[in-house]
Structure formats: C-alpha cells, structure tokens
C-alpha cells in the first residue's frame, strides 16, 4: 500500500516508514509513452523508488517520521546524518521529475540503442519549438520564462545542454530565485503570503545534491572531514612535505565560505533526470540528446505550472 497523497509532495508515511510515492500516469509493465519502454521505465522510477525508499527506511529506524523536505533542510549540514539526507534527496529529486514527465505518444522510442554515428549530426534548428508551455495555455510560465531566459528557444537550449553536460548522476533544474529578507526590506512589494521571487534560472545538481541546499555550506562538513583526517594521517607519517591536497581542500572551503548567502534560496519548479539509469536502457550510451528531447517534448507544463501557486515576481528590476 502507497501512502495517500493530497497534494503532489513527497510525505512519510503514517505508518512511520518511507514508500515508493504513487503516480498516476505511471504504472508497472506499462509504458510511458515516446519516453520509456515498460523495462526503461522500470529502471527509471520503480526500481530506483523503491530502493531509495528502503535504504531510507534502513537509516530512519527508530526515529521520528519526518518529511522528506524537512530531512533535506534540517540534516544537510550534518555528516553524521548523510546517508539519511541523500536518499531522502534522491527520492524527492526522482518523484519531482517524474511528476512533470507525463508522456508524449507522438514520440517515438528508439527500437534499439542509437549509435555513435548521432554524435555527428548537426542539431536542428527549428523554427517552432515543439511543446511550448504557451501551447498548451500555461501562458504565466511561458512569459516568465522569456522574461528569464530571452526566448524559449534558448530557455529549452539552456536546459536540454546542463543536462547533456552532466555525465554521470544528477538532475537539471529550472528554478525560482527566492528574494531574501534584506531585499524585501529594500523593496515596497504588497505581496500579502505570497513568496516573492525575482528571476528563474536553470542549474544543476550531482548525485544526491538539493536545489533546497544549493547554495548551503553542507558540503563543507564533508571537505572538513576529510582535511582533518588527511591532516592526522600526515601527522602519524610525521612527514614535513607540505599536503597539496589540504591546501586544495582549504581552498575550495574558504571559496565556498566566502560565497555561500545563507539567505539566498531556490524553488525548484522542474526537473530532468540526466542520470544514466534513467535513459540508457532506451537510448543507449549515445542517445542522451534524443532522450532530453523526448522529455521536453513529454513534459507537462501544467504541472511546472502549478508549482508557482504561492509565488510572486518582485516588481523590482534592480532584485
């Protein structure tokens, strides 16, 4: 039994126990239309769900439920907690983009791995881009993603090249930047609950990665880890070399330190896995540009749509 679901957001169960979410447009032994074949799609969401799921459940034993939203917030900042944290992301990441992927059955799945010879292929240059959000009368998004990006013409070149850049685990993302406090201070928006935003952006993520910690100092617990163990390992070696990988690692943390806003958030409104388990069943290893296309043009932007119920864009330029 699946846990119920009143709004499209990962929950823990009541029964004090993670499962894999249930989809409506996605069911076992069936396809998704012009994006993945019955055993693409298993290896994409279902087998990948329900491990998520498990190995949650195998780190959560014993404590409280919490949503998986609160464990990606609250926890990333704790080592000791990691593997809670991770899979909790991976799980949430994978529901989010599967969400938004409701199929196209005027696509079609290649009937066998692509070859290398696609790698040659110039890319078109259509005119029309298939699959606006506009045509599909999500005129809100589409207006705010020309305001964002120029055109949706290099909006979906934007997102479909992070993805195909992205060589191994990881997600794309559009997301809305959040306005921190001080600007709103700064600002005389009327903009009652609402969450004020000022621009959407496209960014990636890597492996367990959140676009909710995006530009969180999380990771610097792991980097200190390792520069404390890698500096005790040098101390029992009682060499005097100086360690260029500390000083690498103390560059990268004081880099990271000094940029990190704690303010400074995101919202994610879509995401596209770019992990291999997801395409290369169907696609195979040289057929991640068709399967990007394929999303896009799979997409529901009715749902992308809806993620912005709660948002408002400052009337401010200079944000």
Not at 104 to 111: A, F, H, M, S
Not at 152 to 164: P, V
Request: proline share 4%; hydrophobic share 35%; glycine share 6%.
């Amino acid at each position: 039994m699946f846990c119920s679901r009143s709004v499209p957001r990962l929950r823990a169960c009541a029964r004090r126990w993670y499962q894999r979410p249930s989809l409506q447009h996605v069911s076992p032994d069936k396809e998704l239309p012009g994006v993945f074949t019955a055993r693409g799609l298993q290896n994409a969401w279902f087998d990948r769900a329900d491990h998520y799921a498990a190995q949650l459940n195998k780190y959560t034993q014993g404590t409280q439920e919490t949503a998986l939203e609160n464990i990606i917030y609250e926890e990333s900042r704790s080592y000791i907690k990691r593997h809670i944290t991770n899979y909790a992301s991976l799980l949430y990441n994978l529901e989010f983009a599967m969400q938004s992927l409701q199929g196209n059955p005027q696509n079609k799945i290649p009937q066998g791995p692509i070859g290398r010879e696609s790698l040659l292929e110039t890319p078109a240059t259509e005119q029309l881009i298939k699959n606006e959000p506009r045509s599909s009368g999500n005129t809100e998004l589409h207006q705010l993603l020309e305001n964002s990006f120029g055109s949706i013409a290099e909006f979906k070149t934007l997102l479909l090249n992070s993805a195909l850049a992205i060589s191994g685990e990881g997600f794309t993302w559009l997301v809305a930047r959040k306005v921190t406090q001080s600007e709103m201070d700064r600002v005389s928006n009327s903009t009652g609950d609402k969450i004020l935003f000022d621009k959407l952006f496209v960014l990636n993520t890597y492996n367990a990665g959140s676009p909710f910690n995006f530009n969180r100092a999380g990771s610097i617990t792991t980097l200190n880890k390792t520069e404390k163990a890698k500096e005790a390992k040098s101390e029992q070696n009682s060499t005097t070399e100086v360690d260029e990988f500390s000083k690498t690692l103390k560059d990268i943390r004081r880099a990271k330190e000094e940029a990190v806003d704690p303010e400074l958030a995101y919202i994610p409104l879509l995401a596209i896995d770019s992990s291999p388990k997801a395409w290369l069943h169907n696609y195979g290893a040289f057929g991640k540009r068709q399967y990007l296309e394929n999303v896009w043009e799979a997409t529901e932007w009715k749902v992308v749509e809806s993620r912005l119920a709660g948002l408002t864009r400052s009337l401010d330029s200079s944000i």
